[in-house]
């Protein structure tokens, strides 16, 4: 979808939502994008990756299980080695790339496992989430890329907002460690919707040991709002209370509640040091939601801000503030 059809489209929700239609609109917005795909549709006609000469070490299939409205799913995971590869900035300065393409690639005992959460409606093959994956790879990290329920690769209906995700990443680590590739420690790297599973499933799972959380957002409803207002300009005049209903709606599709989706809350439940990382122009997720989670996080966490980035261009690719704190902070927090 274009972005000027999703302006009108997000204005015909915000009109929708003030008029009381919340249904409607809740089951478009929890609707995952395979929702209409059969399993032999998704596994025949598979996603290429948007970086064609990335390597991936191991591909998986990895089934979870009924969670809250969700039925059981199969989620795609690739699994990058770490690598003896050296990289170069790319030439548009939003991604990397060989610096010797002629090189062969070996593989190295990794570090540590780096897992990267994909956002709202996102896939893992998308050229951000792979030039993070070989840009780790190549500092020497196992990295493990999964595309949420029904996204990507994998089947599925809906999307959980943190909380079905969590669950069903702490499935995949279950899968991956039985079968020796996760490497302690283990770090979680994600942003938006991705930012909010990692921070949900540091709260439940004690083999997390640190976690870099980009843009992530306070509440579902509070994200519902900032995303409206960016799009629209006009959702702040929308009724109080609107946007709890709206949300309250999209979680009860979900099989969830709206509390579940608190990651303020979940970040008081952390025990391990996180890196919160917010663009100070971001609409989207504005400063302020990252700087409340910052004071739910445990000790030993950061709030590392970026001039000038939004919530877009934070997304976009690899770009160097974020990128050499990234590593400065997986230096620190992976060392043996």
Known sequence: MSRT??????????????CGCTSFVA???ALAPNADRTEADILGRPYLPDVPDIVIDHALRVPVAESHNAGPAELAVWVIEASDERLEPSDD???????NPEQARNTVE????????HGFKHRKTKRVYLEWARLLSAEGYRCVLIDNRGHGDSTGQLVGFGVIESRDTMQVLDTIEA???????????GGSLGAATAIQLAAQDGRI????????????????????EAYTGFAKAVPGGVWENYAQAVCERAGITLEQTDNIAAMARVKVPVLLIAGEADQ????????????????????FTVAGESHNSL???VIAPVRDKTLAWLGQEMAD
């Open 209 to 228: 040991d640190n976690v870099i959380a980009v843009a992530p957002y306070a509440r579902l409803d509070s994200v519902m709002e900032s995303f409206a």
């Open 315 to 317: 997304g976009k690719g």
């Open 284 to 303: 989207r997720v504005p400063l302020k939601q990252v700087q409340a989670l910052y004071t739910a996080a445990p000790p030993g966490s950061e709030l």
């Open 179 to 189: 079968q020796g590739l996760l490497q302690k420690p283990v770090a979680l790297l």
């Open 110 to 117: 990794p570090r540590g496992t780096v897992v990267l959460l």
């Open 93 to 99: 300065g939003l991604g990397l790339r060989l610096a």
């Open 5 to 18: 059809r999703f302006r009108f489209a997000l204005i015909a929700s915000v009109m929708l939502a003030s």
């Open 27 to 29: 089951e478009k917005v």
